[in-house]
């Protein structure tokens, strides 16, 4: 049973350029979260998904940030025209939802904007 | 909205020898669910151990274990004959129990380090 699966691993991007992450749920689950840890911090909440929604975006920058779940394929979060600070790890979490609370983490997505 | 603290920057433990980590959160809810995770330097996110809310009984799995005190809001992890490979940030983190809001707050994580 394949984990929570995220690509790329590792992404560069120039300033200004977009970055687009992506994020495969485990099997079964439907219920997709974004997380961003800056260096030396703890991971702090960007947005929840299901398929075709978006649950709750409280932690998402107004600007620049956009999150889907499309009905197929994988989560994308897309950052646009980033900026040195957006240069951090993006880890992406799943559920089954309904009963279960537990959330699975993927490997992350470490971004540099150089 | 929640808040979750831990005071321990960093703590070490000699091998084979018990540990403990302090987390405490802020929280109007009674109803909420509580856990660590383990961030090896691989920086993968492990689910070490969960707790409800609702549950008075203290959760353990296998050598890590945990002390709930929900009237003091303290949620302590508790790690027994300590390994090399327990060597990792450790974060605690909150989840309320109501439908919709499933986001997980974290705290700024512990940094164990295990002296062999």
């Known amino acids: 049973n394949a984990g929570v699966m995220q690509n790329p691993r590792h992404l560069v991007r120039r300033r200004g350029q977009e970055a687009r992450l992506r994020c495969s749920p485990m099997k079964g689950h439907s219920h997709v979260y974004w997380y961003r840890q800056l260096p030396e911090e703890g991971l702090k909440f960007m947005v929840y998904?299901?398929?075709?929604?978006?649950?709750?975006e409280s932690g998402m920058p107004k600007e620049r940030f956009s999150a889907e779940f499309p009905k197929e394929g994988p989560s994308i979060l897309r950052i646009q025209q980033v900026v040195r600070g957006d240069s951090a790890a993006y880890f992406c979490?799943?559920?089954?939802?309904?009963?279960?609370?537990?959330?699975?983490f993927g490997p992350g997505t470490r971004l540099t904007v150089t | 909205a929640q808040t979750v603290t831990q005071s321990q920057p960093e703590m070490s433990v000699q091998e084979a020898e018990t540990v403990t980590l302090s987390c405490t959160y802020d929280?109007?809810?009674?109803?909420?669910?509580l856990f660590w995770y383990k961030q090896p330097p691989s920086r993968q996110m492990i689910l070490v151990i969960r707790q409800e809310a609702y549950k008075q009984q203290n959760a353990t799995e296998n050598r890590f274990s945990v002390n709930f005190q929900k009237a003091a809001k303290s949620f302590s992890l508790k790690i027994s004959d300590s390994q090399l490979g327990d060597a990792a940030m450790y974060f605690c983190?909150?989840?309320?129990?109501?439908?919709?809001?499933?986001?997980?707050?974290f705290g700024t994580g512990t940094r164990l380090t295990i002296i062999p």
């Open positions: 929280t109007s809810e009674s109803d909420y669910y």
């Open positions: 983190a909150y989840r309320s129990a109501d439908f919709g809001n499933e986001k997980l707050t």
């Open positions: 998904l299901q398929k075709e929604n978006i649950i709750d």
């Open positions: 979490a799943s559920s089954r939802g309904l009963d279960s609370y537990e959330q699975y």
